[in-house]
């Protein structure tokens, strides 16, 4: 059974920088395509970065570009969302989520193409 934990969330105040992590257990991570998803308050979850397998392909949602960035760690079944410069209306329950995508060195966008979820990791940013 493949288990995903979401590590890194925290009360901050604008202008701040946070790392989140995920760590996937119980599966062959190198073989997952994964993702961040984030629902904030009152909307449904979206897209915020995904990353191939290989770590070679990225894409990130545009509300999100130039201060968001995933990295994954095939060695320490680990993948990352650095966020700087929060802002207000990044407050949201941050999930990350992994598919199998074999050789397949895709990013996906979309909630439904994710087969594995974590539990989410709260970041809220107030001043």
């Known amino acids: 059974q493949v288990h995903l934990v979401e590590s890194g969330g925290g009360s901050v105040q604008p202008g701040d920088s946070l790392r989140l992590s995920c760590v996937v257990s119980?599966?062959?991570?190198?073989?997952?395509?994964m993702g961040w998803f984030r629902r904030a308050p009152g909307k449904e979850r979206q897209f915020v970065a995904g990353?191939?397998?290989?770590?070679?392909?990225?894409n990130y949602a545009d509300a999100v570009k130039g201060r968001f960035t995933i990295t994954r760690d095939n060695a320490q079944n680990t993948v990352y969302l650095q966020i700087d410069s929060l802002k207000p209306e990044d407050t949201a329950v941050y999930y990350c989520?992994?598919?199998?995508?074999?050789?397949?060195?895709?990013?996906?966008?979309?909630?439904?193409?994710?087969?594995?979820w974590g539990q989410g990791t709260q970041v809220t940013v107030t001043s």
């Open positions: 990353t191939s397998w290989s770590g070679s392909r990225i």
């Open positions: 119980g599966g062959k991570f190198s073989n997952y395509a």
């Open positions: 989520a992994g598919k199998t995508s074999g050789t397949f060195n895709y990013v996906y966008r979309e909630l439904e193409e994710y087969t594995y």
